[in-house]
């Protein structure tokens, strides 16, 4: 488990997580079960009992709707330790691979939330690549 407990136990701040990770998913407009299967597996990581893990998905969709910009699901989890935002970047990159290519909107979208999350782009670069090779 990645978190704190006081930070498991603030379900909005997991559920703002989970709606990064969904809006990855969804911005190549191709939202698969795959991406879903990731987005429930990093959940659990991140110390979301099972039986929540649906109903933050439900509720991280409805904010990730009627979201205008992603600073929304950011503001959080920049001020994570470098650990946390790592393992947050690579269930993003996880997701934008999981069909074995990264458009220009997915490359895009991960190069705001470098600087957006405080992420140098050398760090960046490497998870990509950590996650390209082992998605293939």
């Known amino acids: 488990m990645l978190f704190k407990k006081e930070e ?3 379900n909005k701040f997991l559920t703002k997580v989970c709606a990064l990770l ?3 998913a969804k911005i190549d407009e191709n939202y ?3 991406e879903e299967g990731i987005i429930k597996r990093t959940l659990n990581e991140l110390g979301v009992e ?3 893990i649906s109903k933050t998905i439900e509720d991280a969709k409805v904010i990730e709707e009627n979201a205008n910009q992603i600073l929304d699901f950011t ?3 920049k001020n994570l330790p470098e650990q946390d935002k790592i393992k947050i970047v690579e269930a ?3 997701i934008i691979y999981s069909n074995n290519d990264a458009d220009i909107y997915e490359t895009n979208l991960m190069r705001r939330l470098a600087g957006l999350l405080y992420i140098d782009n050398k760090t960046m ?3 990509k690549e950590k996650i390209k090779q082992s998605s293939k």
């Open 8 to 10: 498991v136990k603030n």
């Open 125 to 127: 670069g490497d998870i």
């Open 50 to 52: 099972d039986e929540n």
């Open 22 to 24: 969904i809006h990855a």
């Open 75 to 77: 503001r959080e989890v």
């Open 92 to 94: 993003l990159w996880s």
């Open 32 to 34: 698969t079960d795959k």
